[in-house]
């Protein structure tokens, strides 16, 4: 089993929809999740950071921990075309300063106008 | 603020030569990783450093793969001899001590032919 696993997609969305986009991991005491955007050709930049369990919400995006599921998933509202990219959940297990992570496949998205 | 710096860009080399790679964290960033991206694989850690040394090298592939953090700005990553499986992108990300999220370089392309 992957350690964080992603639907590989692509996953379309119309422009205007939601867009949902889910990650799993197996690390039970998994500490830290994060989201991070890589549009095609580019280096991925984070978008949500999440440590607790319920929502967290910032502009059009909002991140959603469940830890009891191991599941975080990332909401995007009034999808438009520019957030057609691949979306790659990460999760750090171990916290206490050591910062490593371990990034899912990625989802690609895309926003159809 | 100039972000992670990665050089070159773009590599083309022929298997069996030696490659170097370089990256210059954020200024004050205590952390430094070398990842590699494929289409098969996605996004690996290679090698984690934090105060220029090395923590967590579990994900070097093999004894071809080397690398150096000399100072805190400026690391290396180094393949002798390449292989044509060793194509793939390789990024730099630097983090604070205070902080998870990872900044990333724009990354380098490299082709082994």
């Known amino acids: 089993q992957k350690e964080v696993e992603q639907n590989s997609g692509p996953l379309s969305v119309p422009e205007g929809a939601i867009a949902s986009l889910n990650c799993t991991y197996s690390d039970r005491v998994s500490q830290s999740f994060f989201w991070y955007r890589q549009y095609s050709g580019k280096s991925p930049e984070l978008i949500m950071s999440i440590y607790s369990n319920g929502d967290k919400e910032d502009g059009r995006f909002t991140a959603q921990l469940n830890k009891a599921s191991q599941y975080v998933s990332l909401l995007i509202r009034d999808s438009q075309p520019s957030d057609s990219a691949t979306y790659l959940c990460?999760?750090?297990?171990w916290g206490g300063g050591y910062q490593k992570v371990t990034f899912g496949t990625g989802t690609k998205l895309q926003v159809i106008p | 603020d100039a972000g992670v710096i990665q050089s070159p860009r773009h590599e083309v080399t022929e298997m069996g030569q030696e490659v170097t790679l370089r990256c210059k964290p954020i200024s004050g960033h205590n952390s430094l990783f070398w990842y590699r991206q494929t289409m098969m694989r996605g996004l690996e850690l290679l090698i984690y450093?934090?105060?220029?040394?090395?923590?967590?090298d579990s994900g070097m592939p093999e004894d071809r793969f080397s690398a150096k953090m000399p100072n805190a700005s400026f690391s290396t990553l180094k393949i002798q001899p390449s292989e044509p499986r060793d194509s793939a992108v390789y990024f730099c990300?630097?983090?604070?001590?205070?902080?998870?999220?990872?900044?990333f370089g724009p990354g380098t392309r490299l082709t082994v032919l």
């Open positions: 450093f934090n105060n220029n040394v090395p923590i967590d």
């Open positions: 990460a999760v750090n297990p």
């Open positions: 990300a630097s983090t604070p001590d205070t902080d998870n999220e990872q900044f």
